[in-house]
């Protein structure tokens, strides 16, 4: 994967306790909107990486463990360590600058900030380089995170097998994986609507075998759900 010359590092400016605490707050908000859609999803990840670097920049580098741990301790330090590698990522990928004192702005408005030049040029360029691409998708692609298989053997260099055993990772990476599932069926059925070049025959028969897996699914839900149900029950 070719690389651009990497981009300028922009010093830090002089910590604030009060910036501090607007952009922790800024990274749980957005940590908590994380599973909405695909596209998003991954601009949303993207930019938390971005504020992860901001408040460790802010806090000091000797300090941001602890007060990660401290003032974010639903987002896993695994999860805070892969996107800040990807948005590094980012930065050599595209040779773009972050403008000094930028706001990180939320995927989910992306499209319509970049009310300043500098801060467009890190919008759009986020955008290309997120594509239509999920987030686990891009953390694979360039190899901030192992392809693993759901509950098994991960997919590695390595030849010792592995398995995932933080639970709010494996539903992060199920959620995605279901997502990106959902949004191919809506790209091919509804956008690009590739059912119009089969025969008619055939158009039913692949409508019967979406009413035979909705009606599968439908049976094992219940048990499922108390499954699921249960399992938030338990008392640690």
């Not at 991954?42 to 463990?65: M, T």
């Not at 990180?104 to 992306?110: F, H, I, K, S």
């Not at 360029?125 to 098994?152: C, D, N, Q, T, W």
């Given at each position: ?22 952009l922790i707050e800024n990274a749980r ?76 702005p939320d995927a989910q408005l992306a ?19 997120v594509g239509s691409k999920s987030l ?101």
């Amino acid at each position: 994967m070719s690389k651009i010359v990497k981009a300028p590092k922009i010093p830090p400016a002089p910590t604030s306790p009060e910036k501090a605490d607007a952009l922790i707050e800024n990274a749980r908000a957005m940590y908590a909107r994380l599973a909405s859609g695909i596209h998003e999803n991954a601009l949303r990840g993207l930019f938390l990486g971005w504020l992860f670097i901001q408040i460790r920049d802010e806090v000091g580098h000797g300090n941001f463990l602890r007060v990660a741990k401290e003032r974010l301790p639903e987002i896993p330090v695994r999860t805070r360590s892969e996107l800040i590698k990807l948005f590094k990522e980012f930065q050599e990928e595209t040779g773009v600058a972050l403008p000094a004192g930028a706001s990180v702005p939320d995927a989910q408005l992306a499209l319509q900030l970049g009310r300043d030049a500098a801060e467009a040029e890190v919008v759009n360029a986020a955008i290309k380089f997120v594509g239509s691409k999920s987030l686990h998708a891009l953390m694979v692609e360039y190899e901030v995170r192992e392809k693993p298989k759901l509950g098994g053997k991960r997919v590695t260099k390595k030849p010792a097998p592995a398995t995932i055993t933080d639970a709010e990772q494996l539903a992060l990476q199920t959620r995605e994986e279901l997502g990106s599932w959902i949004e191919r069926g809506r790209q091919l059925l509804l956008r690009e609507n590739v059912c119009q070049h089969l025969p008619a025959e055939q158009i039913r028969a692949f409508a019967d075998s979406l009413n035979a897996l909705r009606t599968d699914w439908r049976s094992k839900l219940g048990d499922l759900l108390k499954q699921a149900e249960d399992k938030a029950n338990v008392t640690p």
